[in-house]
């Protein structure tokens, strides 16, 4: 009994802060790493570059000159650990030299050959040229696949009682609606699997109120893009113009099974028909909204995680 009693008083206490949580700036092959209180996050994300990750629980940053820089002003003053070293500068090799010949060559004689592409590489660039077209239309044409595919599941539910088939669920009674809704939500935040995740969904209704859910979370998660980069009062910058700058920064994880900046640039989108909603049918909004709760749960972990005291989860 003692001892359940000592137990029970140790997690209540409350979680460190300020100068009882060390600071700990380290790195690792690929980045820089900041240990650092949830309470102080503010500190570590005003930094461009920044993501939380949730399995290491460390701000990550990457290795550039700009983000040790930054890291050294902000950190190494009250550090408990500051080990980190600036990144070695890529120094661009001289030109090759000229050849003396060319030199001595007669004016208008003279063509440099190396300025003139050749009918092979001509090809290959339009060859190249071509399988991006194909990519980019393969992208559009899954986005729209999806799409496509939910919404005649959602479009069925919204059919009169009469003409629905047995077993199907009916939305338009609230009650169904409700229960759709705690479904999908739980889903979601098992698939993202983030703590932070299920703190933003708490309060918000992907099923009842989708336009307000895709809306905030969307201007939220730009205003998160924007830090990330390091562009905040920058507004002429577009949603696409955050993404690209961050994929081409090799900020967003492009791979086989999770390609962030395709994902992103379709739940921009989505978000983009609740912001014009020509003919916008409930079942497409569901549909919509549906598929914008379970991109954000896929890349949630790198676009949006925060680190989050004890007592916020529910």
């Known amino acids: 009994m003692c001892g359940a009693g000592i137990t ?14 060390p ?31 949730p399995q290491r629980t460390r701000w990550v940053y990457p290795k550039t000159t700009a983000c040790y820089r930054r890291l050294s002003r902000e950190f190494q003053r009250d550090a408990a650990i500051f080990k980190i070293r600036k990144p070695p ?33 001509v090809r290959d660039r339009l ?7 194909k990519t980019i239309l393969s992208i559009v044409n899954n986005v729209e696949k999806s799409a496509r595919q939910t919404q005649s599941l959602v479009e069925d539910a919204y059919l009169p009682s009469e003409t629905r088939a047995d077993g199907d669920i009916d939305l338009t009674e609230r009650t169904n609606l409700k229960n759709l809704e ?6 979601a935040c098992q698939v993202s699997g983030d703590p932070s995740f299920r703190i933003w969904m708490r309060d918000l209704e992907p099923v009842l109120n989708s336009d307000r859910f895709v809306m905030s979370t969307h201007n939220e998660l730009s205003n998160n893009l924007r830090q990330m980069v390091g562009i905040i009062d920058s507004p002429r910058f577009s949603f696409p113009d955050i993404v690209s700058r961050l994929r081409s920064q090799h900020l967003l994880p492009v791979t086989r099974d999770l390609n962030v900046p395709q994902m992103l640039m379709a739940m921009n989108h989505h978000r983009n028909r609740f912001a014009h909603p020509v003919e916008f049918s409930d079942a497409d909004r569901l549909t919509r909204s549906i598929i914008y709760l379970f991109n954000l749960a896929l890349v949630w972990n790198h676009v949006a995680s925060e680190p989050i ?6």
């Open 8 to 21: 029970a008083s140790w997690r209540a206490m409350p979680f460190p802060r300020g100068n009882f949580f």
């Open 23 to 53: 600071i700990e700036v380290t790195e690792t092959e690929k980045d820089y790493e900041v240990k650092i209180a949830p309470g102080e996050k503010e500190r570590a994300k005003k930094i461009p570059g920044r993501r939380w990750d």
């Open 89 to 121: 500068i890529k120094r661009t090799p001289p030109p090759a030299p000229v050849d003396a010949r060319q030199d001595e060559s007669i004016p208008g004689e003279h063509q440099d050959k190396s300025k003139k592409p050749s009918l092979s590489s």
């Open 127 to 133: 060859e190249g040229l071509d399988e991006s077209v």
């Open 182 to 187: 705690a479904m999908l939500k739980e889903l």
């Open 309 to 314: 005291d004890d007592d916020n989860l529910f």
